[in-house]
């Protein structure tokens, strides 16, 4: 009995001990694998979230020391860029200066007053401080005016750290408006040449308007000694009581705001002054006189409050209708209290810092936003907004000065400015818009992600318009119709295409294809239209010739008799698109006045849309011809992987091949095919270099084919090498990304989802 029991299971099935912990291994290793997969790209998202998360964040302020400063009348306050010697002035223009670096300590200075030798000609009657340029302007009681600049230098002496020096350069006294008149405000404007200062005065109860162009010579040895130029007397301009003064650094205009609330703006050329505009900024309220009419950084916008504590900010932009630069209100802030009683410009960005004595409020013009806003433990009567933007200055009533830590890295951020709509200066409306640098300091920075976003889906939509049908009916073609040994060797050409790297395509866009779509747009239109409508043609032709008409190729091979066809219809349509280009686009040339057949010309003026050679047409060509193999690859093979045994019970049952292909191949393999879209869609969402080559990379918000495109990854792949590290636009390029990541976590989520509910309805393949 016992030579007659056998193993339970033959030797020769018995798998050997090694393989098995190989296999468990393995199944482990796959699973860490798996998993760290999924951990890489958590991380990943982590820290583009980490980078991200900062721009969303608004101002801290934080309090850093009081200091006592000497009683005084004082008008004006200011400071040094580093905030460690700040001044102020009196109302008889005497300048007081207070060290607040190490209070009490051996190397402070205390305070100390500086007076220009004006003082000693003429009594002071006005005092305005220019904050941008750290200019005082004085004006006497006997009709003259002088500009003091206050200038400071750091200095590193033996013992360590930093001192701060200041000196007084001031002008001369110069003459404006009536002798012995006193000026009662004063503005002043100048950069480059023009110079321009404008003052009011009152004789008799009336008020006048007085301004001077200013000349300065300019020698080996430097900039000369300033010098009135040509005086203007501007008081038939005046509606009303003036009260507020000012005029823009590029001195091309006075800006008058009466007591009634209304604010006349005076045009200047160079050479005379025009009223070009009288408006109310706050002609809804009931109280509309104006408390503050000060610039934000750069002199093109206008932030004003009222006394009932209305905040308006208006912006000069060129009215389309008027065909000027007019002032327009491109901006609406929280009210205030009341009016305020100061306000200081940031010199670094488009922010303000205003109050009205209990309340301080950080705000920036551009996104129209608050930044920082707390009731203050004092009274307010000056404060100043640091140069560095990093501090923050109070001076209350009993004579005490307040320092506070300003950290706000990014103020121009926030939902608004990547997704929202903005007016920006100099423009009519309010439109999305990128352009992250410029080429002045004061420059506006326009940060909007929708123009790139758009940019996006438009490159990915051409060029799926222009991949799809062509490799999902190649690859049906191949897989179903073609022979065999044709078959070996169109689909490795086809895989090689995908093997071009995106340079190459991109170089040969910009500079070969571009300009041969861009000077044929008839006839490349044309061309494919015919080849379409040939196709279909052709192919519904060939079904209706009798059977042994289509023998005499053997299956596979209709190609052969197709392709010359095509051929000569992509030709004869090439042909006829010039041929109607002669006839239906016409347009005069604005050049030469002469009358000349161009689709770029034509097609701007038919529709109002733009043309560019470097466009999302070219894109469409390019773009899909590198999108075309991955597609048709993955599709052909999931067609070829349907059973034969579906194909052969199709065709037993009587239908045609075309028949079996749309109505049992297809929809079998509609999971697989669907995969092949949706990876072929995220190559189109993630090419650079075709995009940044062939386009333009111009940020722009239209589908219009004629006209370039920025996407996110090609803005990404150009800004980031240029851009600060830990900036605010190196920050918004990982924003960008994070968009980037959502939409393809999104795409590929739907994609998913599709494609296991395709994989269910059509599981027989399994």
């Not at 000060?294 to 206008?302: E, N, R, Y």
């Not at 993630?686 to 940044?692: K, L, Q």
Request: hydrophobic share 45%; aromatic share 12%; glycine share 8%.
């Amino acid at each position: 009995m016992q030579k007659r029991q056998q193993r339970a299971v033959p030797e020769r099935f018995v798998v050997r001990r090694a393989t098995l912990y190989f296999d468990r291994f393995m199944n482990q290793f796959i699973k860490v694998g798996g998993l760290s997969v999924i951990v890489a790209v958590s991380l990943i998202f982590v820290f583009i979230l980490l980078q991200v998360f900062p721009l969303f964040r608004g101002a801290t302020v934080e309090w850093r020391k009081d200091m006592p400063v000497p009683p005084g009348q004082y008008v004006v306050m200011g400071t040094d860029e580093w905030s460690e010697l700040p001044f102020f002035v009196n109302a008889g223009g005497e300048v007081l200066f207070v060290d607040t670096v190490d209070p009490g300590g051996p190397h402070n200075r205390g305070h100390f007053t500086r007076t220009p030798g004006l003082a000693d000609e003429a009594t002071v009657s006005a005092v305005a401080f220019n904050e941008m340029q750290t200019q005082l302007l004085y004006g006497t009681v006997d009709g003259r005016f002088a500009i003091v600049d206050v200038q400071y230098k750091a200095t590193f002496p033996e013992r360590g750290g930093r001192e701060v020096a200041v000196e007084l350069d001031e002008t001369p006294l110069l003459r404006i408006g009536r002798e012995g008149v006193p000026v009662r405000k004063l503005a002043y404007g100048g950069s480059g040449v023009q110079k321009l200062v404008a003052a009011t005065q009152e004789v008799e109860g009336e008020f006048e308007l007085h301004a001077v162009s200013l000349a300065q010579q300019r020698t080996l040895l430097g900039a000369g000694e300033l010098s009135v130029e040509r005086s203007y007397d501007l008081t038939e301009f005046l509606t009303g009581e003036p009260e507020q003064l000012a005029i823009p650094r590029d001195a091309d205009a006075v800006l008058i705001g009466n007591t009634d609330g209304s604010v006349v703006y005076l045009h200047f050329d160079g050479q005379e002054f025009t009223r070009r505009q009288v408006f109310v900024p706050f002609e809804d309220r009931e109280d509309r006189r104006i408390a503050t009419m000060d610039f934000l950084l750069g002199d093109v916008s206008l932030v004003l409050t009222a006394h009932c504590g209305a905040n308006r900010v208006y912006s000069i932009y060129r009215d389309p209708e008027a065909d000027m630069r007019i002032w327009g209100h491109t901006k609406t802030f929280p009210d205030l209290d009341r009016g305020a009683v100061f306000y200081s410009a940031s010199m670094r960005n488009k922010a303000f810092l205003i109050g009205d004595g209990r309340v301080a409020s950080l705000r920036y013009g551009t996104t129209e936003t608050i930044r920082w806003q707390e009731d203050l433990p004092v009274q307010a009567t000056l404060a100043a907004l640091g140069p560095r933007y990093n501090r923050l200055l109070f001076l209350d009533d009993q004579y005490s000065l307040h320092f506070y830590d300003l950290h706000d890295p990014h103020p121009q951020a926030g939902w608004r400015t990547f997704f929202g709509k903005i007016q920006y200066e100099g423009q009519a409306t309010a439109e999305y818009s990128w352009q992250s640098t410029g080429g002045r300091d004061d420059f506006e920075r326009k940060l909007s992600l929708v123009p790139l976003i758009i940019g996006t889906l438009k490159g990915t939509l051409y060029a799926m318009i222009f991949a799809l049908p062509i490799a999902l009916l190649a690859a049906i073609y191949t897989s179903q119709f073609l022979d065999p040994a044709v078959k070996r060797y169109v689909k490795p050409t086809m895989e090689i295409m995908a093997s071009l790297p995106s340079v190459v395509l991109g170089f040969l866009a910009a500079l070969w294809l571009a300009p041969i779509i861009s000077n044929a747009v008839p006839s490349v239109l044309s061309a494919m239209l015919g080849v379409i409508v040939g196709a279909f043609g052709i192919g519904y032709l060939w079904g209706q010739l009798p059977q042994r008409i289509r023998m005499l190729l053997k299956p596979g091979y209709e190609f052969i008799a197709f392709v010359p066809f095509m051929v000569l219809i992509a030709y004869a349509g090439w042909h006829l698109g010039a041929l109607a280009e002669q006839f239906l686009f016409v347009v005069e040339d604005p050049d030469t006045g002469l009358v000349i057949a161009d689709f770029r010309l034509w097609f701007p003026r038919a529709t109002g849309l733009g043309f560019e050679q470097r466009n999302a047409f070219v894109v469409g060509f390019v773009m899909g011809f590198a999108v075309i193999p991955i597609i048709f690859t993955i599709t052909e093979d999931a067609l070829s992987n349907v059973p034969e045994a579906f194909r052969s019970g199709s065709l037993a049952l009587g239908a045609s091949r075309w028949q079996t292909a749309v109505r049992v191949v297809v929809p079998t393999a509609s999971a697989g095919t669907f995969s092949a879209v949706m990876i072929g869609l995220g190559r189109a969402v993630g090419e650079t270099m075709i995009v940044v080559m062939a386009t333009g990379n111009t940020p722009v918000t239209e589908f219009n084919p004629f006209t370039g495109m920025r996407t996110l990854s090609a803005n990404i792949a150009v800004e980031l090498p240029e851009a600060p590290y830990l900036g605010t636009l190196y920050r918004t390029l990982f924003l960008g990304a994070m968009v980037l990541f959502l939409m393809t976590f999104a795409v590929n989520t739907v994609a998913e989802v599709m494609r296991q509910r395709l994989r269910e309805k059509y599981r027989a393949v399994e």
